[in-house]
């Protein structure tokens, strides 16, 4: 069973940075794809950032030249470097994996950190 465990959430003041860090176990493949997805109180589930494989990256407009997400797949591990942040940052952070086994895609979920930006 795949296991993403996430670290790096925390309260910081707005301008400030926070990493957060997502680990990927359980499983002899390696994700296809990883991100980042943020859910704000009373708001739906969104995309902050994710990548593929090869390297290639995708991000939300809101974070673009703010957040940085990259990929460690010797520790089949994904960070968000998260700069400048703003108070409209506040989420629920999710770490998310995608696998494609045998044509058949897997989708996992992190249990979420939390990410406070004060003003």
């Known amino acids: 069973q795949v296991k993403l465990v996430e670290s790096g959430g925390g309260l910081v003041q707005a301008g400030g940075s926070l990493r957060l860090s997502c680990e990927a176990s359980?499983?002899?493949?390696?994700?296809?794809?990883m991100g980042w997805y943020r859910q704000a109180p009373g708001k739906q589930r969104e995309l902050v950032a994710a990548i593929i494989d090869g390297g290639s990256t995708n991000y939300a407009d809101a974070v673009k030249d703010r957040f940085t997400i990259s990929r460690d797949n010797a520790k089949n591990t994904v960070y968000l470097q998260m700069n400048s942040l703003k108070p409209e940052d506040t989420a629920v952070y999710y770490c998310n994996a995608e696998y494609m086994i045998f044509s058949k895609e897997y989708q996992y979920w992190g249990q979420g950190t939390q990410v406070t930006v004060s003003s």
């Open positions: 359980g499983s002899i493949f390696r994700p296809n794809a």
